[in-house]
């Protein structure tokens, strides 16, 4: 069936340090690969997105790569603060019905 | 421009009750969901509509119905609640197809069913 698995469930860094989070998506027709930034109490909002014809996407301190072949994404943050702490999801666009499908999510911890 | 707006933003209700939780978007969006987030379970996509008239099953169905009279409308109904419906639920928006873009999120509704 249709799903996104996401890796891993928490992740604890300390400030400074990078942090990577790993999805794979089970349909090869997936062609949007978006994350999202929820904080405690409120909506997940958008921090980065990716199409399928494109590897790789940076923005300031975060980038997302895709491997189609292995139907695989990540994110990856560099340098973390302690604002980066929250909740992350991955979610993949099904092809042929544009429906978007969540990871589990990620609970980012970033240590001072 | 409000983007997505959900009702109530909290509401307990007993075992059996029916009620509908209310979404709309002023954003012109094809497309409209909703998913519920549960600890550990990250959002999971109850019902999805691609344009008015049309609605179709997401991962967790049962239990919930939907309609898509407008374009600016999506309420999701709960015929009769029961306590796995305990839950904060998400209404979002988003274009499709060629302009694939990001997920627009209402504020959320927490519920809980007792």
């Known amino acids: 069936g249709e799903n996104v698995e996401q890796h891993p469930s928490t992740l604890s860094v300390q400030e400074g340090d990078s942090a990577v989070i790993k999805c794979t998506y089970s349909d090869s027709a997936s062609n949007y690969f978006p994350w999202y930034k929820q904080e405690l109490g409120k909506r997940p909002q958008l921090i980065i997105d990716?199409?399928?014809?494109?590897g790789e996407k940076k923005d300031q301190r975060i980038a997302v790569t895709l491997n189609k072949t292995a139907k695989h994404f990540s994110l990856h943050i560099t340098e973390t603060q302690p604002e980066d702490s929250a909740v992350y999801f991955c979610a993949a666009s099904m092809g042929n019905t544009d429906k978007l499908i969540f990871g589990t999510g990620t609970r980012l911890q970033v240590f001072p | 421009n409000a983007g997505v707006t959900q009702t109530p933003k909290f509401q307990v209700l007993k075992t059996g009750q029916s009620m509908t939780l209310q979404c709309a978007q002023d954003?012109?969006?094809?497309?409209m969901s909703w998913y519920r987030q549960d600890p550990g379970m990250g959002l999971r996509l109850i019902h999805y509509s691609v344009g008015a008239g049309i609605t179709d099953q997401g991962e967790v169905p049962n239990g919930y119905n939907v309609s898509r009279s407008t374009t600016e409308d999506f309420p999701l109904r709960l015929l009769s609640a029961a306590p796995s419906q305990t839950s904060v639920y998400f209404c979002?928006?988003?274009?499709?197809?060629?302009?694939?873009?990001?997920?627009?999120f209402g504020q959320g509704t927490r519920l809980t069913v007792v």
């Open positions: 990716i199409r399928s014809n494109v």
């Open positions: 954003m012109n969006h094809e497309y």
């Open positions: 979002a928006s988003r274009t499709t197809g060629r302009g694939n873009t990001e997920a627009f």
